[in-house]
């Protein structure tokens, strides 16, 4: 049999495999082994030392990896600055409410990466290793972050909109944006569970308080003494955006599924936290969780892997940046003539 109609055949079914997407590069735990060996522990490093001084670190940085995969994929767009000719995705009103932490972080991260393996690793896994490790440090699970993410050339802030999901969203409009992304409604329960560190600013949540709906001033499924303690926290005269509360006020900075049973006591701090609790068809996930810690960090696990993995671009495609906060320069081809 002559090889080459074979040969032709085999690699005609991979392009169409390429195609269809069932062959593709697969991210891997093992990805720098051979080039930048140490790049977790580095990271780790880097993250566990700026937790240690400023517990904004932690929530930020795992909102940030958030905000990062919603948007074009997990492939560190948010991660870019404004130029005069290009707003930029972290300049959009979705995520203007960022400190500048977690942007400093993964660039501090970056470069003591860089000083050991230069040009090797994507800022897209940066920032996937940083959130592991910003859960890890405050009592979560660690989990094996697979790496291969390249970053990405696109940073728009006005493809941000509809792609974030809103305070204000019930399960229904969170199901929807989840989709999206291929997640589903378990994961949309067990991923909420990140709200069991950090703080959200007043005006996140203060229609709840004030202007409900037009029969009730505020949410009924909040705890009333709840209501009054965010009420002198949260004025609404003045609306000062600036002002945070705790999203967990029993365990604010640890990484547990105090989250999960605060929601049972009316104690959700945003519409679309109470709302799985709630809703009888989420409120099952939600009580599986609180049952079991142990069943809330696997499933927190597995959820993230699959988080993580939302469009990310390998191979080829986009590029290992350099500096987190800009695409390279294009190339220069010196005239030597
Ligand atoms: C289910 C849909 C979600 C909605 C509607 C949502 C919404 C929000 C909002 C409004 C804030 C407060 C921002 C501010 O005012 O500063 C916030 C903060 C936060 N979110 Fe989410 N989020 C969602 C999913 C997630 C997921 C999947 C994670 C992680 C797995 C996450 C982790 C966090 C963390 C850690 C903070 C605190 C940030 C800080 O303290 O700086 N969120 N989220
Ligand atoms: C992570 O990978 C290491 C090395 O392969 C392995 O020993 C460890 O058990 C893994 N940890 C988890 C939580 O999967
Ligand atoms: C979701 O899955 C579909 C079908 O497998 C795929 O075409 C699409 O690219 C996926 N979307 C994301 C954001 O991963
Ligand atoms: C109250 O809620 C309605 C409907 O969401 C909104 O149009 C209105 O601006 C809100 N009023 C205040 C004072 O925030």
Redesign the pocket.
Known sequence: MNAIPLVVLIVALLLVGVELGFVKAQLSVNFYDQTCPNVDAIVTGTITKLAEQSN?V???T??L??HDCFVEGCDGSILISSTATNLAERDAPDNQ???QA?FDAIVEAKKAVEVVCPGVVSCADILAMS?RDAVVFTGGPFWNVSKGRRDGLVSNAFRVAGR????S?DTRL?AD??AQVNLTVPD?VV?????T?????C???TDRLYNFSSFQQTDPSMDPSFVRTLKTQCPQVGKIPST?QL?DVTTPFVFDNAYFKNLQQGLGL?F??QVLFNDPFTRQFVNQLIASEEVFFQA?VD??IK?TSIGVKTGTDGEIRRDCTAFNPPTVFKDHS
Do not use: K, T, W, Y
Not at 191 to 195: E, F, T
Not at 197 to 201: A, L
């Open positions: 904004v932690p929530p930020s795992l909102r990896l958030v409410n960022f400190p977690p959130a974030l999901p809103q305070a969203f969170l944006n989840f949309i991923l909420s569970g990140g709200h560190i950090g703080v959200s600013h005006n996140q949540f945070v999203f945003l679309s936290d927190f959820a993230m988080m």
